[in-house]
């Protein structure tokens, strides 16, 4: 199966986020992102072996307790740049503790065999690829007049294990574990 683990958006972003596709999908043919697979990435574990998911349950557990923090989502951007785009993304601001999540996530990982992430961790969400060469004049006009664009915040409490399978449009993704922050299990 293939797994990662990442934090959920809060409903009003997602709204947000839906607002802002809806306003920008008129601009150009490419494929734009479900609602439903919206979150923030801390951790590509790729593909694992069903016998060993207890395993990944309980190296997750190790991870060291921490307080809820604050998300932002705001910018928008191009992957690798807005002349030859294969993303149109959306920027994730957590500061320190979203780093310190994904960076402790990774070497905790590391322990049962993952592979230690090469690349600097870049927060983002995903609002479209671009598979194909199409117009994208007007896409990229819009774009460049909304790059600081602010989303809104968020507080996030929680990650989670996910497990994406192929659906006939694009990846179905299926929560198998959540691990509250520290707060949030205390408050409950």
């Known amino acids: ?16 986020l839906e607002r802002l596709q809806s306003s920008l999908r008129p601009e150009a043919f490419i494929k ?3 609602l439903d697979n919206f979150h923030i990435t801390t951790k590509f574990i790729g593909e694992w072996p069903d016998s060993r998911l207890d395993e990944l349950f309980a190296s ?4 060291p307790p921490r307080e809820p923090f604050d998300v932002e989502l705001k910018d928008l951007g ?12 959306v920027g994730v601001h957590g500061d320190g503790p979203l780093e310190n999540l994904a960076r402790a996530t990774d070497e905790c990982l590391t322990k049962i065999g993952i592979a230690k992430e090469e690349r600097p961790f870049t927060p983002h969400l995903t609002l479209a690829r671009i598979k194909h060469p199409v117009p994208l004049d007007k896409l990229r006009e819009r774009v460049s007049g909304m ?5 809104g915040a968020f507080t996030a409490t929680r990650f989670a294990l996910f497990r994406s399978d192929p659906g006939s449009n694009s990846s179905v993704y299926r929560k ?7 707060s949030a299990v205390a408050a409950s």
């Open 78 to 89: 191009w992957f690798p740049d807005a002349r030859s785009p294969r993303v149109l993304w």
């Open 147 to 151: 790059q600081s664009v602010s989303l």
């Open 176 to 182: 198998l574990r959540i691990y509250p922050f520290q």
């Open 60 to 63: 997750l557990e190790t991870l």
């Open 1 to 16: 199966m293939r797994l990662f683990t990442a934090i959920d958006l809060a409903p009003e972003l997602l709204l947000r």
């Open 32 to 34: 734009w992102s479900p």
